[in-house]
Structures are given as C-alpha cells and as structure tokens.
C-alpha cells in the first residue's frame, strides 16, 4: 500500500485526490495541502488529514510518494523538499515556469536517486493512443496541424508571469508537443511564433506555431484560451494518406483521396486515473516511469523556443 500526500486540491487537484481516495487500490490519501481554507472541508469529505504547511507533508513518516498539482511557482521548492526526504514525486504539468528551473528539478531529483513523474495526462486520451497506432499506416509523414484551442481562463495566476512563467504556451501547448513526440516519435527541431494578448493582460492567450520536426516535418500548433469553444484537432498528413483526430470530441478518420475511409469514437476515459495507477506500478517496481523528468523537461524547451520567438518578433529559434 502506497500513501500519498497530494499538493494542490483545486480543479485538478481534486481529481487526483477523487480517484486515490476512492478508485484506486493500492493507494490511499495520506494528506492534503491547499492553499485555500477549503482544504479542510476537502479533507473531512476523502477521510484524510488536512495539512496547513505541504513541507510537513513530505516529510511526514506516513506519506510514501507526493502529487504536486499547483502553480508551477512552487515547483522547484517541493522537488528540492522531496529530493531530500527521499519521497517519489509526481509534478503536474508544465514541469516548471521556465527550462532552467525544469532541468534544475530533474538534475535534483536525479542526483538524489528520487524518481520524476510528470503529469502529462493528455498522453492517456484514447484517441492520442489511437494516432500513434494508426500513423505509420500512412506512409511518410511530410506535414501537420494541430490545436488546442479551450474557453478563457479563469485563474488569475494564469496571467501572472511569476507564478505561471507563460500563459497558452506553458499551460496548453505543453500538452500538445508532448503528445505530438508520442504520436510521431519525432522531437521538435526548430519553431516560428507569433501570439496575442486578447483577454489577458501579461501573458499570450492565442498562439500560432510554426513548427519542423526532426525529418524535415512541418507544420502548425494553433493554441488558444480566447473563444467560448473547446477543440483539439490532430491532422497529419502522410504519402500514402491523411489521419486526423479529435482528442475532445473522441474520433479518428482515415482519409484517402476524397473519401473518409474509417472513422471511429472513442468513450471518454479519465486520463488523471489510467496515469496513476501506471504511477503506482512503477512505484511498485512492475513497471517503467509512464512520463520521466527529461521527457517533462523537453516539452518545456520547445514551449520556451515558441516564447523566444513569440517575443524577438517570430523568428525561427531552435529548440535546445
């Protein structure tokens, strides 16, 4: 039995917290943080303890491994405490505010032989799954386009630059990079962006990337917190045919010539779970890390890339 202390209880937060509480066995909720004073009633409704200082928590005897599900401000902070208590550690995404502090996390970790997890939950999406299957079956892949594009958001810390580092970069197309490297198997080279600022006030709320892949790929990544719709569009183009896929609305279509060949929808499955009880095999020794430091800390260089070009006025910038 593992006992895990969670970091963080809001939106997100919560669902980590729902489903070690309840749906996983093998785990229980050992401890909670939250800065807001609703921690306390969240604890008293998973039958957990509420703890006022999350440094408590990790060193606390009865807590095994940690969730971090907050600001990515706080980041370095709790991977330094867990390095040193020793506890595994599971840091929702993006890994950190920029690439230095992400490399410093995972260096820190790493040195101290404490496993890295990084919660890049997309990657569970069963129509991600089903584009990576699907892909090589349309010969060699020349380009692409994809976005992400969600209602705007309603945290402030969203469009406060040192807490959250970036706006739809950092906080949506983080996502999307990651998922892109599973789906393709290729990193990205070099990027061209241009955003705007439509409803914030700091930090870009609409993005459009240009983006070469390793192979020569190229392609767009459009990302958005500006418009009352949600959608996240995948759409590769290959020699031999085009796959396109809806990670929102949960279909895949197999397009040759002028004819939809395949489609096919997929049931919605929560993603926050699939990732954590692969977490707890790992943590068991039964089975790899499902998304390791470095792979965490590549998607934060490429998202860095697209902000450096945003803001030396969309030049190419390679990705580190």
């Not at 005897?61 to 330094?80: E, M, Q, R």
């Not at 991600?128 to 692409?144: K, V």
Request: glycine share 10%.
């Amino acid at each position: 039995m593992k006992n895990i202390a969670i970091l963080g209880t809001g939106r997100h937060g919560s669902r980590y917290a729902g489903h070690i509480a309840r749906d996983i066995k093998g785990m229980t909720l050992a401890g909670i943080w939250r800065r807001s004073t609703e921690g306390r009633a969240q604890a008293q409704r998973w039958s957990t303890t509420f703890c006022p200082d999350w440094r408590e928590l990790i060193v606390s005897s009865g807590v095994d491994a940690v969730v971090g599900v907050v600001p990515p401000v706080l980041n370095p902070a709790i991977a330094a405490a867990c390095a040193c208590a020793g506890k595994p550690l599971l840091l929702e995404k993006p890994l950190a505010r920029n690439v230095g502090e992400a490399r410093a996390i995972v260096t820190s970790l790493a040195t101290a032989g404490v496993p890295l997890t990084v919660g890049q939950t997309l990657r569970y999406n069963p129509v991600i799954g089903e584009l990576r299957r699907q892909l090589p079956e349309m010969g060699r892949l020349y380009g692409f386009a994809v976005n992400q594009r969600l209602e705007p958001s309603t945290l402030d810390w969203h469009d406060d630059r040192d807490t959250a580092g970036a706006g739809v970069l950092f906080h949506t197309a983080v996502h999307v990079f990651d998922a892109m490297r599973l789906i393709t198997g290729l990193k990205v080279r070099r990027v061209m962006a241009q955003g705007r600022l439509v409803h914030a006030a700091a930090l870009e709320d609409q993005v459009l990337v240009i983006a070469e892949l390793e192979n020569g790929v190229i392609g767009t990544v459009d990302v958005s917190k500006v418009g009352r719709a949600r959608t996240g569009r995948y759409e590769f183009v290959g020699a031999d045919g085009q796959l396109h896929g809806e990670q929102i609305h949960a279909f895949t279509e197999v397009i040759r010539g002028n004819v939809v060949q395949s489609r096919r929808e997929f049931a919605p499955i929560p993603t926050v779970l699939q990732l954590l009880r692969d977490w707890l095999k790992f943590l068991e020794g039964d089975g790899d890390n499902p998304v390791t430091g470095e792979e965490g800390l590549y998607a934060v260089q490429v998202c860095e890339a697209c902000l450096v070009s945003l803001q030396e006025g969309g030049r190419w910038v390679k990705v580190q």
